[in-house]
């Protein structure tokens, strides 16, 4: 039996939009973008997403984490999809969620709606069947790896049924959930499932979609809750966050606090306000116990350089960096931008589109693979807990979508030989073309070059958008 599939990492810029197909189940992985106001980039894909699948139902939602550019897409995306069988999300607690807006300034007003009450919100704009709420760390240790060695009697062809692999419902933490987050469950119209912070979801018996976040244990979010408690603030639940939103001079003394919370957080801890609740779900998915697997990558453009550099506000950042007035710090973000162009167009020469406006840059066959997409989760953090939970499904992975768009310290060798001993792999780096941040970082750039050529790197930006086709056969 053969059964086809598609996966895109789609042309949006600085955020994420994944989207998958397999057989007729559809799925997304994510869906943001910082890259310009208006979302016209994330809009376009949303748009082509919807007329490749034909639909408006999908079967599988995750929510990698809350921050803007890789969320802020949803409202756009309850336009073209009603529902959704499956939505899968980590639990972030309002004091989290009030850290995740301070360091998210002047967005959309529906952003922040999404912030405050994520669970109304995702129960508003889409009909949804069941939505699970992934948090504390897994006392029955629900590994990605439990399921190897299950060979199904009968091969169907997928019919859009998702079977949970969670363990047994966490008690204890759906009840601190409906209280912190004042929820009816009977008024949702969605069954709401909570879990520990790893598990995994099958579809049918030839697809496996595995979970994993870290233990969050940040001793460093006590010292923000202290410094807010001094101003007698507080925000222990949904409403508490609601009502610090809504008050002006509140949000001032908390801005404050959060300003106070940084620079002390720095000296105490040595941390950046960048490392601070690594929170991002992970997600590895492919084809269980298959035969043989034919992959092809392919690159398709999306837009000219030339119309993204010559943009407006492109045009002002160059404008101003030739100002004497001009801060040292706004220089060095036109340093950044320069740098990514270079990279940007180092890689566009190396591309042949002809007149197909696509073009295949590998392709190969293997009796095992699998994809893993971390979000901006910084893996350097605890490797052995990624160790541990997906376990030799590593050995497994083709396409690695590179933690945190390849920003500097997310990721290091260690974690590259995770994966570069053991077959060729193609590993994809997500950015916005025009990024202030540095993305993707050249030097590990250069680091992932020495694993060659085990490892391919492809750049996803909204100039370029990588599609994979995988054509998965089983014995009958």
């Known amino acids: 039996m053969e059964l086809k599939n598609q996966f895109v990492f789609r042309g949006v810029g600085q955020g994420l939009f994944y989207t998958g197909k397999v057989g007729e ?15 016209s980039y994330l809009n376009d894909s949303i748009e082509e997403f919807k007329e490749e699948v034909n639909s408006d139902t999908l079967g599988l939602l995750v929510i990698s984490h809350f921050d803007n550019d890789h969320v802020n897409g949803i409202p756009n995306l309850s336009k073209k999809f009603k529902k959704i069988n499956t939505v899968v999300m980590p639990y972030i607690d309002p004091l989290s969620r009030l850290l995740v807006l301070l360091n998210n300034p002047r967005q959309s007003t529906e952003y922040y709606q999404f912030l405050v009450d994520p669970i109304t919100y995702l129960t508003s704009h889409f009909s949804i069947k069941e939505l699970i709420i992934m948090g504390e760390e897994n006392e029955e240790g629900i590994r990605s790896n439990d399921l190897d060695n299950v060979y199904p009697n009968d ?12 363990g047994s419902e966490d008690e204890n933490f759906k009840g601190r959930l409906i209280e912190t987050e004042n929820l009816v469950i009977s008024d949702m119209g969605s069954n709401i499932y909570s879990h520990g912070n790893t598990g995994f979801l099958r579809l049918d018996t030839m697809w496996k979609f595995s979970f994993f976040n870290y233990d969050l244990n940040d001793e460093s979010i006590s010292l923000f809750k202290q410094k807010l408690a001094e101003k007698g603030i507080y925000c222990s639940s949904k409403n508490d966050l609601k009502s610090i939103v809504r008050d002006n001079s509140i949000m001032n003394n908390v801005k404050k606090c959060y300003n106070q919370f940084i620079k002390e957080v720095n000296t105490k801890f040595g941390k950046n306000i960048k490392d601070l609740n690594n929170t991002s779900l992970v997600l590895l998915h492919g084809p269980m116990n298959e035969e043989n697997s034919d992959i092809c990558y392919f690159h398709e453009p999306k837009r000219k350089l030339t119309k993204v550099i010559n943009s407006r506000g ?27 162009i270079k990279i940007t167009i180092n890689y566009g020469k190396t591309r042949s589109f002809g007149i197909v406006n696509r073009e295949r840059f590998l392709s190969y066959k293997y009796n095992f693979n699998k994809t893993i997409l971390f979000g ?68 590990l750039l250069e680091q992932l070059k020495d ?16 599609r994979q086709h995988i054509d998965v056969t089983w014995k009958m």
């Not at 189940?25 to 208006?38: A, E, R």
């Not at 492109?314 to 990514?340: E, G, H, P, Q, Y």
Request: net charge positive.
């Open 25 to 39: 189940f559809i799925f997304v992985y994510d869906c943001g973008s910082m890259s310009v106001k208006d979302l």
């Open 155 to 166: 091969w169907v062809v997928p019919s859009g049924k998702l079977v949970k692999h969670f």
């Open 376 to 443: 901006d989760l910084n893996v350097t953090k605890d490797l052995d807990q990624i160790q541990k939970h997906f376990g030799l499904e590593l050995a497994s992975v083709t396409t690695v979508l590179i933690p945190h768009h390849a920003s500097k310290g997310y990721f290091n060798q260690e974690f590259i030989k995770l994966f570069s001993n053991w077959r060729r792999s193609v590993w994809v780096a997500n950015y916005g073309v025009t990024n202030t941040y540095g993305h993707p970082n050249p030097e």
């Open 314 to 340: 492109f045009k002002k950042i160059i404008d101003d960096s030739n100002s004497v007035r001009t801060k040292k710090r706004r220089i060095l973000n036109l340093k950044k931008r320069i740098d990514t």
């Open 451 to 466: 694993f060659e050529p085990m490892i391919k790197v492809a750049l996803n930006n909204e100039l370029m958008q990588i």
